[in-house]
Each structure stands twice: as structure tokens, then as C-alpha cells.
């Protein structure tokens, strides 16, 4: 009996838990600043239904909510993939490169890389700059 009552007293601190983790994460869906903050804030209301999922089928002893929760889990990690490369082609279309740091070599200079040697030999092929 005691111990039915611990698992429904932790089911409900868990629930309150994720459900202000749910507000501040949409605060950071509507709010913001940049479109991988958004991404990332969708990967994490995911994550948030995946724990109220889980929470849930332990409260309920209901074992499909599991599957669901995989199910789930797998559709969010494709989701940020199709995001992630969205931005990448997204910028590139633009023109930008996306934001990486230079690989820098034991002397400290910075060492082109693949992309910019790539990128000077097409040059150089076309007659350009």
C-alpha cells in the first residue's frame, strides 16, 4: 500500500516537472531568437512527450503507451535530422556558409578547408577571382 502511494506521489511531482518544462519550452518555440533555437525546442517538447508518455504507463500499469513513446522518440530524431539539414541547405542557398570554426593547424594559422579549396579551384576553372 505504502509503496502504491510513493509511485503515485512521484508520478505527480514527476508530471509537474515536465509540464513546466513543457511551458518554458514553448516559450522558446514562440520566442526564440534564431531558427536553431526553435529546432532545438521542438526536439525538446519530443523529449517532454516522450517523458509524459512514460509517466503516464507507469501511473496507468498501460504497457502500450511504451511503443508509443519509441515510436515517438524515433519520428523526433528525424524530425531534427530533416530540420538540421534544412538549415545547412537553407544557408548555403543564401549564399552563407554555415557557421563553423577554422581548423587550425600546431602553428595556429588557420588551414583552409575542404569546402574553400573546393570552392577556389572551381573558381580558377571558370576564370574568376
Known amino acids: 500500500m505504502i509503496a502504491a502511494s ?12 515536465l509540464g513546466l518544462a513543457f511551458l518554458l519550452t514553448v516559450y522558446r518555440v514562440v520566442v526564440g531568437p534564431t531558427l536553431p533555437d526553435r529546432v532545438l525546442a521542438l526536439d525538446m517538447l519530443v523529449a517532454v512527450a516522450i517523458g509524459f508518455i512514460a509517466v503516464i504507463a507507469i501511473k496507468t500499469g498501460f504497457t502500450l503507451y511504451i511503443d508509443i513513446a519509441i515510436s515517438l522518440g524515433l519520428v523526433g530524431f528525424l524530425a531534427t535530422v530533416a530540420f538540421a539539414r534544412f538549415i545547412l541547405s537553407h544557408g548555403a542557398s543564401n549564399g552563407n556558409e554555415p557557421s563553423t570554426s577554422p581548423v587550425l593547424t ?19 576553372k571558370k576564370g574568376g577571382r
Open 6 to 17: 510513493v509511485v503515485s506521489a512521484a508520478a505527480m511531482i514527476a508530471l509537474g516537472i
Open 106 to 124: 600546431a602553428e595556429g594559422a588557420s588551414k583552409p578547408t575542404a569546402s574553400k579549396k573546393a570552392r577556389k579551384d572551381s573558381r580558377s
